[in-house]
């Protein structure tokens, strides 16, 4: 009786111990990616498949269809990237605004469907809930981030100072995808009795391409295309851009000595109120937030580099020297496309998103009687992302020499080699780009929460209730970004914003003649001025 109770006992002791070992040795943070990386890595390594160009690298053939997508707009548009930039600047400074006036909505009360044009809404010009400047100021608070500052430096680090002149023409190339994807944004958006805008991929895709006689097709890359959206807002665009924001502030302020060291869900709950408050007044809202922090944010890094530039100055034609004969040599050009691109763009939806279709649902609520005009101004986005910041910060990096190239960095390390940059010039910079991370991450978190719930809205309809559970979800995931590191997670959400492009660019190309009529109404308007 006693030996069978020891025997008992001595089974229950080893499973607890057995338990508590296991337990200690894998977190919850490693079992669920485990967990769920088993599940989804099908679809990751489908979406990141690579097409090899070398022994040891390979390009994924989602940017050949970006890059190809890009050079074929910049060409049918004749250049419009560089012929309309300085009349793209004029439109957001409001030198045509009088052209625009106030239209009229026709609405009924029916409610509204999937199947067809919502019942409660008609595609209208002239209507919109924000200014040319705000929607440019919302669209570029949710491609300004992280990319801009690791993705940089771990592009450099893979190619060399000549990785800096591939990113600026892919940056110049992309102003065109930009162009066409937020014209057609405007174009086929659809407004609510309330005057409340409903537009981006899933309206041009399923309306548009009913009008060239592709209805099913339109409809089936429309539900694809708000899927991978939804998705990608909750990893991407909330849960890594929380999570990198505070491991920043918590390295700059000391590590693992730092008083804000294990306290993720704090920040994360603070941050969470924050978007909170912010995206519940819906895009008004976000625009009169972004059109603020985008501009202050963008300042405080600029200001920073070019002081750190201006300390430096004798070493910049140097820089670009390096910069120029880098570009054309076999390291320059795998590791500056390749790096820049894909290492890069890939935590920031290629940096400025061009091709994703992402920005044309901020673009899409402007005050506009002309999509055209709406195209213009956003074809300016991926010059101040890429062309401008991006370039600046590769600047500093080579400058300064931060950069050893071969150094293999994740994003974390990437952002440390920035703010160790900034550091050699002025010694408490890292903590003013600190803050511009907080500011990068929340911008992106408030316009990404506005993408997603679009998406949200075309999949489950426009009721409060529906509205309320995204954006309920969506908070609930700031939190958990910052307290825990969730990388299959990330990576399938990643994955899920690599898709988008997908239905996005089948569309463009098939309604790339719709904005050409566009383009040619708008200019014989101003002509006519």
């Keep these: 009786m006693n030996y069978a109770f020891e025997a008992t006992c001595y089974k229950i002791y080893s499973f607890m111990s057995l338990l ?4 200690t040795q894998v977190t919850l943070d490693d079992q669920i990616n485990i967990q769920f990386s088993n599940a989804t ?3 990751t390594d489908a979406i990141f498949y690579e097409i090899p160009i070398t022994e040891t690298m390979g390009i994924p053939w989602t940017l050949i269809v970006l890059i ?3 050079s074929y707009f910049t060409i049918y548009f004749k250049f419009v990237n560089f012929t309309e930039f300085k009349r793209a600047i004029n439109v957001v400074r409001g030198k045509y605004d009088a ?4 239209g009229i909505v026709s609405v009924s009360e029916n409610t509204s469907t999937m199947d067809s044009d919502q019942p409660d809404t008609i595609r209208v010009e002239g209507q919109g809930e924000v200014s040319h400047f705000q929607a440019l100021t919302a669209a570029i608070s949710a491609t300004v981030g992280l990319g801009n500052i690791a993705g940089v430096a771990i592009a450099l680090s893979i190619g060399g100072p000549g990785a800096t002149f591939w990113m600026i023409l892919v940056g110049l190339l992309g102003m065109s ?10 174009k086929y958006r659809e407004v609510n009795a309330e005057g409340t805008v409903f537009g981006g991929p899933m309206y041009y895709l399923r309306n548009g391409l009913k009008e060239r006689g592709f209805s099913k097709l339109g409809k089936t890359l429309a539900v694809i295309f708000a899927l991978m959206c939804v998705g990608g807002s909750f990893g991407g665009g909330n849960m890594f851009q929380i999570n990198q924001a505070f491991k920043l502030f918590e390295h700059v302020t000391g590590g693992e000595e730092s008083f804000i060291h294990g306290n993720g869900l704090f920040f994360g709950i603070i941050m969470a109120i924050l978007v909170g408050v912010v995206i519940i007044g819906g895009i008004k809202k976000i ?3 972004t059109d603020k922090i985008v501009p202050i944010m963008v300042v405080l890094y600029v200001l920073s580099i070019l002081i750190i530039l201006g300390l430096n100055f004798e070493a910049i ?5 390096e910069i120029w004969d880098g570009a054309f040599n076999p390291q320059g050009v795998v590791g500056g496309v390749v790096g820049v691109l894909i290492q890069g763009f890939k935590r920031a939806a290629f940096s400025n998103e061009a091709g994703i279709g992402s920005a044309s649902i901020a673009h899409s609520a402007v005050k506009t009687n002309f999509p055209a005009s709406e195209g213009l101004v956003a074809l300016l986005e991926p010059f101040i992302d890429t062309v401008v910041i991006c370039t600046m910060t590769a600047l500093v990096l080579i400058i300064t020499g931060q950069i050893e190239t071969g150094m293999v960095i994740n994003d974390e390390q990437g952002v440390v080699l920035t703010a160790n940059a900034l550091a050699s010039g002025v010694s408490w910079f890292p903590y003013l780009l600190s803050f511009a991370v907080i500011l990068f991450a929340f911008s992106s978190m408030i316009s990404w929460s ?3 719930y679009q998406a949200w809205s075309y999949l489950f309809g426009r009721g409060k209730k529906t509205e309320y559970t995204y954006k309920l979800i969506f908070c609930v995931f700031t939190v958990v970004g910052a307290a825990i590191t969730l990388g299959a997670v990330t990576l399938f959400s990643d994955a899920m914003i690599f898709a988008m492009l997908v239905p996005n660019m089948i569309g463009l190309f098939l309604l790339s003649g719709k904005v050409k009529e566009e383009l040619t109404i708008y200019r014989k308007v101003l002509k006519a001025k």
């Design 450 to 452: 506005y993408y997603g």
């Design 287 to 289: 625009a009169n937030v």
């Design 317 to 321: 034609p140097n820089a670009f020297k």
């Design 177 to 186: 995808s930009k162009f066409v994807e937020c014209t057609l944004g405007v």
């Design 99 to 102: 052209l625009e006036s106030e």
């Design 68 to 70: 190809i997508g890009a």
């Design 20 to 23: 508590l070992q296991s337990t």
């Design 41 to 43: 890595s099908w679809f």
